[in-house]
């Protein structure tokens, strides 16, 4: 297998982006990523596109040919939309990874993008249900802030964790994404805003909850032999990773752990001959506190039970040990579901690159993760600086 | 890129399907043809399942794991959905294909389902036409019916192609599909039933449209030079091709081909070596009966324009020069949108095994031809006994 590296990245900012379509959304992420990416767009080979709930929400299937129709893509590149709800766009950059690894292309465009503020909310809760088993656990009304609920309580009887620790993920979070003017968030919070925001769902508060947004993310991949024709600062992809989970949550026989995440995470370290200590920055997917908290630990980066105690001890602020979310992460910079994949390899690649507006000093390598429903499917990705 | 083979073909009857839901369509279709592969499920490496309107009608996304879970696949097993309107299937078809010729994997699933029938008609129009670009003609509510009709009154005043030569394509593809046990009808019908059935868009009749059907079809494919350690008759892949057209047709600029299929064609021949005299049969996308004649010409088994005539004289009969639609095609044997591809790919598979209920004599190589949307995606396969 040949090296694979990201030699460009492109983004629209997350949020309420009024009068923006799916399909302008998603063109101009591309074009971005094409721009910084210095080549001609008639080099690229395939482009993979994620997303999730266009279909359900307004109504717009075949999303990849007709975004590369608007991009001006040669009709002889194969456009295909994948998806896997919330890790789409990791799909679509592990598809533009494997196939150039493989030696069957040089040159991928892989996007991700949601259009979901322009839905009624009862439509949008419905919708993003829609990747729990509807013939089961679907039926009994479960959604993911009924998911993560339940297993935050899990945690907290097991564990000790706290309704502090849990907020004080947010309060990072936000103070993070205050300094990224992609994020839909810019205001700092504290511990008593989110602990006295509006229940959601009993332990989870608002502030708790990633908002809905929405956005568009993109990358362009290129063997690592031909990077540096294209790019100064190209940035390795070093492990590529896509698990499989389970479609509901009683099929998985406990609730402190996500089995597709603790598995693409040691498939991923496996893969790169790395160790989570080897790794300086971490994107995790927080679509709501207690995911961070679980997912941290399933990665390996703290031992089962202390993800809790790591956020309220600091370990995992910009000057920590272990950054976690320095971009404001889902919480904050929002969550465009089909985007979020690339939208975590855009702040990433920024940071290795030593551009970012919350630069952590001296990142060489960084890790994503980013897992869909109730961990039906996870995807880890490890970019290390060339 | 290494040889890859078709070792196992398993599929649902195509129809109305009560009481089954896509899950165990699709699972009994994967069931089907892990049986007929003869390998054990955890050979299995990745697994990709085609699916276009399940979010949308039925309010059930991320399939590809959740069917993964219920056939029983390793949880390292990536499970990708992939989508490209009507192509949904064969587009997963040729993902197993690269990766397998690509030697990341050795051993992949393959499938595509669609659940259509338990939603109301007015859902399912809309959803259906749902790959066409609605910011633009989307918005003037044109579907696929009336796609159909506008190429087909165009092929007509062009090339002189008549009603009878239109309803001749249902004809024939009824009389082929009554042979076949998975055909949603197995009914003969006359040119007369035909041309005085119900006005749908004119110039299209009732019998001139496909029916709305469930249904699920799945294969194994399996890197060649280990197929023999499986199957006594696997079938070699020796094209794939997917290209893009346009999400309109008023940008196509002509109204008497799709650009997507005649490059695809073309890219699928020269990939094998192969010419359109070398097919034995096709299964061509007969959505509508003028598709079905502007596809062979576009494929370039007829000059443009002489499509028609070549239905009328019988050349496109099972006992003519080149069998198109032996099963029965979209118009007979049914057409649930993401599993056609693969449908089509069962049926091929059964001819070059000498197993076909309409079995065509001496059938070594055959061809597939499956198209999304308003040719926005397409996608061409070519087979060949071993």
Redesign the interface.
């Known amino acids: 297998?040949r090296g694979v590296s990201i030699i460009g990245i492109g983004t629209t900012r997350y949020g309420i982006l009024e009068g923006q379509?799916i399909?302008e959304m998603a063109t101009f992420a591309c074009n971005d990523a094409i721009h910084d990416a210095g080549i001609d767009r008639k080099q690229i080979e395939a482009f993979y596109l994620g997303n999730?709930?266009s279909?359900?929400i307004?109504?717009?299937?075949?999303l990849?040919?007709?975004v590369?129709?608007s991009i001006g893509?040669r009709?002889?590149?194969?456009?295909?939309?994948?998806?896997?709800?919330c890790s789409s766009a990791s799909?679509a950059l592990?598809?533009g990874y494997?196939?150039i690894?493989?030696?069957?292309y040089d040159i991928v465009l892989v996007a991700g993008a949601e259009k979901m503020s322009s839905a009624p909310i009862e439509k949008l809760t419905?919708?993003l249900g829609?990747?729990i088993?509807?013939?089961t656990e679907?039926l009994t009304g479960l959604t993911f802030p009924g998911f993560w609920a339940l297993m935050a309580r899990r945690h907290m009887h097991e564990f000790g964790t706290t309704i502090e620790q849990l907020a004080m993920v947010a309060v990072k979070n936000h103070k993070n994404g205050s300094l990224n003017p992609r994020a839909r968030f810019r205001n700092i919070i504290t511990l008593e805003n989110v602990i006295n925001s509006r229940l959601i769902t009993d332990p989870l508060k608002l502030y708790d909850c990633c908002p809905i947004s929405d956005g568009a993310s993109a990358a362009v991949l290129c063997a690592s032999h031909l990077a540096k024709e294209f790019s100064n600062n190209p940035v390795e992809i070093v492990g590529s990773v896509?698990?499989?989970?389970?479609?509901t949550l009683f099929?998985q026989g406990q609730q402190i752990s996500l089995?597709?995440t603790i598995?693409a995470g040691k498939?991923a370290f496996e893969m790169s001959g790395l160790k989570p200590q080897d790794i300086d920055i971490v994107e995790i997917h927080d679509c709501f506190t207690p995911a961070e908290i679980v997912d941290s630990e399933d990665l390996g980066f703290f031992e089962k039970g202390k993800g809790g105690w790591a956020v309220l001890d600091g370990v995992t602020q910009p000057d920590g040990k272990l950054p976690i979310n320095p971009s404001g992460g889902l919480l904050c910079k929002g969550h465009p579901v089909g985007a979020t994949g690339l939208g975590q390899i855009y702040e990433v690649v920024r940071q290795l690159r030593d551009e970012h507006e919350n630069q952590i000093k001296g990142a060489q390598i960084g890790l994503t993760h980013n897992a869909?429903?109730t961990g039906?499917?996870c995807t880890v990705h490890i970019l290390k600086r060339r």
Chains 1, 2 share one sequence.
């Open positions: 297998m379509s399909k999730y709930i279909g359900m307004i109504r717009q299937e075949t990849a040919p007709l590369g129709g893509l009709k002889e590149v194969p456009c295909t939309k994948v998806e896997g709800a799909i592990r598809h494997l196939l690894a493989a030696g069957v419905a919708s829609a990747s088993d509807m013939e679907g896509q698990t499989t989970g389970f479609s099929e089995p597709a598995l498939l869909g429903g039906a499917v």
